[in-house]
C-alpha cells in the first residue's frame, strides 16, 4: 500500500512561493525543479503529500493561491511514490537552523552547546513548522528581538502548525502559551513537540476555530500573540486579533510576502494596532505590532 503521494504543480518563478505556501501545510518536502514549457519559463513544484490528506482542502487552498497570484489555476498532478522511509530520509537531510539565539534541529542532531542557545527539537512532519522558512524564521528573530525588553506571561500561538513558536515563547519567557491549529493533525503534532521540548506543562493545544474558540476567549488578553499563516487570513482575524490583546501586547505576524505586506498592516492599523518594524526575509515578510495603552 502507497502511504505517500506526490503532488506536482507548474508554476512560473514568481508565483512559486505563493503556491509552496499553499502547499505547506501538508507537506513532509517541498521541491522546485526547473522546466521548460512550450508558453515560457515555468517551473515545476512537487511535494510529498500523505495519502490520507485532506486533497479537496489542499485543492482549495491552490485555488485561493491562484487567485492571490492572479493567474489560472495550475493542473495538481498526484501520483504514487515508491515505498521508502521518506520521513527518515527528509529528516536526515534537514540541517540544524539558527534564528537569532534560537537553534532548531531534528532529532538526528545534537542540540546547541552555546551558552545562550534556546535549543528546539523538531523533527520533519505533517504539521507546517520547522524553522527552515522565512516566515517562521522571521518569527524566531521578532522573538528573540523582543526578549530584551518584552516580557509576556500569557500567549497565543494562532494556528500553531508544529507547535514551534509556541515552544520558542514558553522556552524564552516561560510563558503560558495557548497553541490553536483549525488542523487536528497540527494540534496533536504542536502536543508531542511540546512535551518533547519539556515545555508541556506551559502550552495548552487546541483544535479550534480561531478566535471563536471557548478556550481561546477565555484565555484572553494575551501579552503575546503569533500568527504564522497567509496574508488573507491575518487580515480578516486583524479586528479580533486587537481585541485579545491587551494594553501594551505585541503581535508577530508571517506567513505573508513583500506585496501583500501593505494590506495587511492597514487591516491591523485600521484595528487600533501600531505597526513597531517588519522583517525582511527573501519575498517574505514578518511583522510586529504593538496595542498601545490608554
Request: proline content about 4%; charged content about 20%.
Amino acid at each position: 500500500m502507497t502511504h505517500l503521494l506526490r503532488v506536482a504543480l507548474m508554476v512560473s518563478h514568481d508565483t512559486a512561493p505563493t503556491f509552496e505556501a499553499a502547499l505547506e501545510s501538508d507537506s513532509l518536502s517541498i521541491a522546485l525543479v526547473e522546466a521548460q514549457a512550450e508558453d515560457g519559463d515555468y517551473w515545476r513544484l512537487e511535494a510529498l503529500v500523505a495519502a490520507d490528506a485532506d486533497f479537496e482542502a489542499l485543492r482549495a487552498r491552490i485555488l485561493i493561491a491562484a487567485a492571490v497570484a492572479a493567474v489560472e489555476p495550475p493542473e495538481l498532478v498526484i501520483e504514487p511514490v515508491v515505498e521508502t522511509d521518506w520521513v527518515r530520509a527528509v529528516q536526515a537531510a534537514m540541517p540544524a537552523i539558527r534564528a537569532g539565539r534560537y537553534h532548531i534541529h531534528g532529532s538526528h542532531l545534537p542540540p546547541d552547546d552555546r551558552d545562550d542557545a534556546i535549543d528546539i527539537e523538531i523533527d520533519a512532519g505533517l504539521a507546517f513548522g520547522t524553522g527552515d522558512h522565512e516566515s517562521t524564521r522571521g518569527c524566531l528573530l521578532a522573538f528573540d528581538d523582543l526578549a530584551g525588553r518584552f516580557a509576556p506571561r500569557r500567549a497565543l500561538d494562532m494556528g500553531c502548525g508544529s507547535g514551534i513558536l509556541a515552544i520558542a515563547m514558553a522556552k524564552t519567557w516561560g510563558a503560558s502559551v495557548i497553541a490553536s491549529d483549525i488542523d487536528p493533525q497540527a494540534a496533536t503534532t504542536a502536543r508531542d513537540n511540546a512535551a518533547l521540548n519539556r515545555v508541556g506543562d506551559l502550552i495548552v493545544t487546541l483544535n479550534g476555530d480561531g478566535y471563536g474558540d471557548k478556550a481561546v476567549q477565555q484565555a484572553a488578553p494575551y501579552d503575546l500573540i503569533a500568527a504564522n499563516i497567509l496574508a488573507g487570513p491575518l487580515i480578516h482575524m486583524a479586528p479580533d486579533l486587537a481585541r485579545h490583546l491587551a494594553p501594551g501586547g505585541m503581535a508577530v505576524l508571517a506567513g505573508l510576502l513583500a506585496r501583500q505586506a501593505d494590506d495587511v498592516i492597514k487591516a491591523h492599523r485600521d484595528a487600533g494596532l501600531v505597526l513597531e518594524c517588519c522583517i525582511e526575509l527573501g519575498d517574505w515578510r514578518c511583522l510586529v505590532f504593538e496595542a498601545k495603552g490608554l
